[in-house]
Structure formats: C-alpha cells, structure tokens
C-alpha cells in the first residue's frame, strides 16, 4: 500500500503545481519504480507505454472522435438544434428544453462532451441570449447539458471503461441508454420547475410543414446513432469497424448536402488527430502505473483495507461516488478511470456489483467534474465559446448539477435501470 500512495500522491501533487497529465502520471511512475527497486529495469517503461497504446480495442476512440468532429464540419449540429425547435421550442422555457434536446439528440452522434459544448454551445447561447435568457444561465445550462454525451453511446468514455474492465462495448452503450435519457427528463423536469418562478419565453409553434422539413433534415442525424449500436450490438461490427462506419456515413452525409469543404475536414482530422494522440498517450502512460501496481499487488490490499472499513455495498458506492465526484472536479476522467479502476474493479467484484452498472456510476460521477470548479475542462471551454466570465459561470451552475446527482444516487441504488435494457437485447451477462 505504501508504494500506491507513493505513486498516487506523486501524481496528484504534481498536476496541482501545473504538470501536464501525461508527464505527471509517467514521473510518478517511474518514481514508483525506483522505490520498488526496478531501477536498472528501466526498459520496462517504453514496453509498457507502446503494450498500453497498442490495444486494439482502443483504435474505435480516434475513428469515433473523428466522427463527431465530422458531424460538427459539415453542419449538423444546426439541423439537430432546427429539429429540437421544431418539437418542443413553443413550451414555456422552449429554448431551454431544446438545450436539453439538442444535447440528447448530439450525444448520439459525437461521443463527448467537450465536442456538445464546441458544436453546439455557440448556437445555443446566442439563440438564448437573444431572447431573454440571462448569458449565465444559458452558458451554464448548455455545459450541464453536455454531461449527456458521454453516456448515451457511441461514446468514448465508454470504450475506455470496456478496455479496462474487459467488459462488452455492446453491453456498455446499451446500459447508458436509460441513464442519458433520465439525465436528459432530470433537467428538462428542472427547467420546468424553475418556469413556474422565472420568467421564460415560449417560441412560435411550429407550422406542420415547418415541423416536417426540420424532421427531414435532421434524419441523417437522427438515424446516425441506430446504424452505429446496431452494427455493434447485432454483430455486424466491432467496436473499431462502427467507428469506420460512422466516419464513413459522416463524409457521405457531407457530400450528399455539399456541406464538406476541404478547410473542414482538415480541419476536423487536426483535432482529432491531436485529441486521440493524446488520450492514446494517456493509456499509455499509465500502463506503466498499471504493471506496477499489479507486479507489486497494490489493488489486492486495498481492497483488503477498503473492505476491513466497509462493510455493505451501498456503503461503497457511496464512497466511491463521493471519491470520484471529488477527484473529477481536479482530474480528467480517462488518467482518473486508468489509475482507479484496477482498485475499485475487484472490490465491486467482491460486493456482486455488475459491471455495467458499475461502468455508468463511475462514468457520471467522473463527468460532473468537468462542470465543476475549480478544473472543470467544460466550465472553461464554455467561458471561451459564450464570453462569460468563468466566475459567474462556475456560479450559475451549481444548482444545475442537482439533477445528474439526484440521477446518479437513482442508477446506484436500482441496477435495473442500467442493466434492464442489455439483459432485455443480449440476455444477462453470464
């Protein structure tokens, strides 16, 4: 145990004075392996940074990037937020329901939450602002609102979770279905209250005619997310291979509407290439942490420790969301989901807790943290896009993370809500 507070404490000191993750995950590492006497192994660090990254499974992460940054080069963030207008922007607090909406309707397409919030959240915040809504709260409603991406499939989060826990991808994206959608009813039922008090405007209701071209164009969006679980779930395609495919129908869509242009594809394949280059160095970097926490049986005894102090499984899942919660407003969810997993996995194990449950409470519990101050990447991308003060926003937020919060309690204390629908499509998990 002493060495896994070595390597942990190492690394969290030095991202609080400033040192990239990446760096900050490999030096506490490699200080680990010095304490543990493999010095003269120093080998072992480049083999264990390429045997990380040069998993397979992992290739879906920079095909799926690539495709939500695709979507977003050739326009269809516009076409899902027309259609989102269409369908409920005449309700009181319209604009703020097709926030939710729209953010719904995109997480089935990009997989991230920052892609939500630099797709849409520039659409959103002007529309909103120019009917009334303070620039805070619509600011801070559409990070709220990004928290969805994540959770309802394709996402990247997701695969990450599946390549550590060895679990299905499949089962993954089903499980999170149900939990993005409450995320979603959660702050549309928050919205709803808050109307009662505050003043919100209503949009004109659509025409039929207005209502059918928004459905029409926003099909290419909205069938997007089908044919990629489809593929995956009905054993068309790997994980990898849906990824290809939804690059692939991306491009396609772009042509049929002349919508890509040569400057937007390259630039949609630079931030892609930067951002998978990244996660990919991540995962890679941390597999030295892994190998020594395994060669050294760091997980084995803290699990012993954990489970000397806790006696129930509802005791643990609270642990672990309120410890999750906590480090995600310091942390990155991919450095914090590699260097926590091969700790908490065994004794969710021990205490009977699915998987896939499991996969949904530390996935969401991890994203509040990027709408969450003082580090939350998605509060300052928000504060870039809108021109809000990152002050104000950080304020204005608080109470819209009650809703995912009350969600997250929701899907750790009932399993069927996240296990329902993959039990239902590919029968229990044996």
């Given at each position: 145990?002493?060495?896994?507070?070595?390597?942990?404490?190492?690394f969290?000191?030095?991202?609080?004075?400033?040192?990239?993750?990446?760096?900050?995950?490999?030096?506490?590492?490699?200080?680990?392996?010095?304490?543990a006497?493999f010095?003269?192994?120093?080998?072992?660090?480049?083999?264990?940074?390429?045997?990380?990254?040069?998993?397979?499974?992992?290739?879906?992460?920079?095909?799926?990037?690539?495709?939500?940054?695709?979507?977003?080069?050739?326009?269809?963030?516009?076409?899902?937020?027309?259609?989102?207008?269409?369908?409920?922007?005449?309700?009181?607090?319209?604009?703020?329901?097709?926030?939710?909406?729209?953010?719904?309707l995109?997480a089935?397409?990009?997989?991230?939450?920052?892609?939500?919030?630099?797709?849409?959240?520039?659409?959103?915040?002007?529309?909103?602002?120019?009917?009334?809504?303070?620039?805070?709260?619509?600011a801070?409603?559409?990070?709220?609102?990004?928290?969805?991406?994540?959770?309802?499939?394709?996402?990247?989060?997701?695969?990450?979770?599946?390549?550590?826990?060895?679990?299905?991808?499949?089962?993954?994206?089903?499980?999170?279905?149900?939990?993005?959608?409450?995320?979603?009813?959660?702050?549309?039922?928050?919205?709803?209250?808050?109307?009662?008090?505050?003043?919100?405007?209503?949009?004109?209701?659509?025409?039929?005619k207005?209502?059918?071209?928004?459905?029409?164009?926003?099909?290419?969006?909205?069938?997007?997310?089908?044919?990629?679980?489809?593929?995956?779930?009905?054993?068309?395609?790997?994980?990898?291979?849906?990824?290809?495919?939804?690059?692939?129908?991306?491009?396609?869509?772009?042509?049929?509407?002349?919508?890509?242009?040569?400057?937007?594809?390259?630039?949609?394949?630079?931030?892609?290439?930067?951002?998978?280059?990244?996660?990919?160095?991540?995962?890679?970097?941390?597999?030295?942490?892994?190998?020594?926490?395994?060669?050294?049986?760091?997980?084995?005894?803290?699990?012993?420790?954990?489970?000397?102090?806790?006696?129930?499984?509802?005791?643990?899942l609270?642990?672990?969301?309120?410890?999750?919660?906590l480090?995600?407003?310091?942390?990155?969810?991919?450095?914090?989901?590699?260097?926590?997993?091969?700790?908490l996995?065994?004794?969710?194990?021990?205490?009977?807790?699915?998987?896939?449950?499991?996969?949904?409470?530390?996935?969401?519990?991890l994203?509040?943290?990027?709408?969450t101050?003082?580090?939350?990447?998605?509060?300052?991308?928000?504060?870039?896009?809108s021109?809000?003060?990152?002050?104000?926003?950080?304020?204005?937020?608080?109470?819209l993370?009650?809703?995912?919060?009350?969600?997250?309690?929701?899907?750790?204390?009932?399993?069927?809500?996240?296990?329902?629908?993959?039990?239902?499509?590919?029968?229990?998990?044996?």
């Amino acid at each position: 145990m002493t060495l896994g507070f070595l390597v942990i404490g190492g690394f969290i000191i030095l991202m609080m004075v400033g040192v990239p993750v990446t760096i900050a995950i490999g030096a506490a590492s490699v200080a680990g392996l010095y304490y543990a006497g493999f010095g003269d192994q120093s080998l072992v660090v480049p083999q264990q940074i390429i045997d990380g990254a040069a998993k397979p499974g992992l290739l879906a992460i920079p095909f799926f990037i690539l495709a939500g940054n695709l979507m977003n080069a050739i326009g269809l963030t516009d076409r899902i937020f027309n259609f989102a207008l269409a369908l409920v922007g005449h309700f009181r607090a319209g604009l703020a329901y097709v926030n939710v909406l729209a953010s719904l309707l995109f997480a089935g397409v990009s997989g991230a939450a920052t892609a939500d919030i630099a797709g849409l959240g520039q659409l959103e915040v002007k529309a909103m602002r120019a009917r009334g809504y303070t620039p805070e709260f619509a600011a801070a409603l559409t990070v709220a609102t990004s928290l969805v991406g994540p959770i309802v499939p394709p996402s990247i989060s997701l695969i990450v979770y599946a390549w550590l826990a060895s679990e299905s991808v499949a089962r993954l994206f089903l499980g999170g279905i149900v939990p993005g959608i409450l995320v979603a009813i959660s702050f549309m039922l928050y919205i709803r209250t808050m109307a009662i008090w505050v003043p919100m405007p209503r949009e004109p209701r659509a025409t039929r005619k207005e209502l059918l071209k928004a459905t029409i164009e926003g099909i290419p969006a909205l069938v997007a997310p089908g044919i990629i679980l489809g593929a995956i779930v009905f054993g068309f395609a790997t994980a990898t291979e849906a990824g290809v495919i939804a690059c692939g129908y991306s491009v396609l869509i772009g042509l049929f509407y002349r919508k890509l242009k040569y400057d937007a594809l390259w630039d949609a394949l630079v931030q892609s290439t930067t951002l998978a280059s990244l996660i990919m160095m991540i995962i890679g970097v941390s597999q030295i942490m892994g190998w020594l926490f395994a060669f050294e049986q760091v997980p084995q005894a803290f699990a012993s420790g954990i489970l000397d102090a806790i006696a129930s499984k509802g005791v643990f899942l609270t642990f672990t969301i309120a410890m999750l919660v906590l480090i995600g407003c310091f942390m990155e969810a991919t450095p914090a989901k590699i260097i926590l997993l091969p700790l908490l996995l065994p004794i969710a194990d021990m205490f009977g807790i699915d998987r896939v449950q499991f996969g949904m409470v530390i996935t969401l519990s991890l994203l509040l943290g990027i709408a969450t101050p003082p580090l939350g990447v998605g509060l300052y991308l928000m504060s870039a896009v809108s021109g809000v003060r990152f002050e104000k926003l950080a304020v204005a937020i608080l109470p819209l993370l009650i809703p995912p919060i009350l969600v997250l309690i929701l899907i750790a204390s009932v399993p069927e809500i996240t296990l329902w629908l993959p039990n239902l499509v590919m029968g229990p998990a044996q």
